[in-house]
């Protein structure tokens, strides 16, 4: 099998970035279809619009309507169609994104991606997760290309909700132990082929930013500031997680967060959040060295992330607690899912008792840190 490495055809980041995004957008198309939320149009319209102004690019707007699901899509590319528009931008979070690259997609049209938050690896990659129009996990939509410029104002997501931010750090925390475990087990990757030797390494330097700068970057942005701690931090969640996990490969972490989107406890927690637990969850299924978990669950609870199921939201009181469980368990090893990257077989019983063995391991870190 082949190796492939793929990539958006821009990165650009920086401060106050989105002040240029015309810039980037005329070469491409002088009619742009503009998809964004309602909180980020109220966030930078103006800016937008000031851009497209001085570049001389002509604006169509739709509001996302919060679910990246087929109706959503549906309706916004039906929208695009009327707008005689030659490009798409999508400016916001994870979900808008991915909707805007299914636009772009099924309008054979080119894309350029501005991220608000850095919450995710979505902005840099060639797919889109669907949910349904209850938020549940459907499938993967798949690209041949990724987004041709993506755009990252530090200045604005310096400015985001801090929660958004460490959900990023958490997305990208799996992005080593996915590689690792996809490189070992020499299966495909999103990119088509198997990991290349700098796919594994941009997963590397991915983990050892987490560790090196996390929690620097996690006060300035609690203090609506952007250091150099920061910078380094947005690249590691969107440029090196995104590139590391869709050309060195996906693995049980993804697989898990999928798996508990069944879990309606959990529904509250960014998609971060939960792949974080999805961690501890596939250290579990490795039987990873206590001192690697014990690694990962120092930096989680010094950032903030959750590694026990009550700090997704679902205490073990919960009415059917255990059913809930085996469910998630079951949707984790579902057919075509990333878990079966990983370099054994994986069954729902591994699954069920690894997520349970997770989740006491950390409470057994908070009480001690207690």
Known sequence: MLKVLQSPGKYVQGPN????????????????????????????????????????????????????SQNEIKRLGELFAKSGAG???????????????????YGKVPIVIAPTIASTDAPTSALSVIYTDKGEFESYLLYPKNPDIVV??????????????????????????EARACTESYNQTMAGGLTTLTAMSLATLCYDTLLEEGLKAKIAVENKVSTKAVENIVEANTLLSGLGFESAGLGACHAIHNGLTVIEECHDMYHGEKVAFGVLVQLVLENSPLEEIEEVLEFSTSVGLPVTF?????????????????????????????????????????????????????????????
């Open 310 to 370: 009550a700090e997704l939201g679902f205490e073990d009181d919960a009415p059917n607690y255990h059913e809930k469980l085996k469910e998630a368990a079951k949707l984790s090893c579902a057919e075509g899912e990333t878990i079966h990257n990983m370099p054994f077989k994986v069954t729902v019983d591994d699954v069920y008792a690894a997520m349970i063995a997770a989740d006491r391991l950390g409470r057994a870190w908070l009480e001690v840190e207690a």
């Open 87 to 105: 490009i798409v931008v999508g400016i916001g979070g994870g979900k808008t994104l991915d909707a805007a690259k299914a636009v772009a997609y």
């Open 17 to 68: 970035a989105l002040h240029s995004i015309a810039d980037y957008v005329k070469p491409l198309s002088d009619k742009a279809f503009v998809i964004a939320d309602a909180f980020v149009f109220g966030l930078v319209e103006k800016i937008v619009d000031a851009s497209a102004a001085k570049s001389g690019v002509q604006l169509t707007k739709a509001t996302f309507e919060g679910e990246c």
């Open 152 to 177: 990252m104002d530090t200045t604005i997501i310096a400015n985001a909700p801090v929660r958004l931010f460490v959900a990023g750090m958490g997305d990208a925390l799996a992005t080593y132990f």
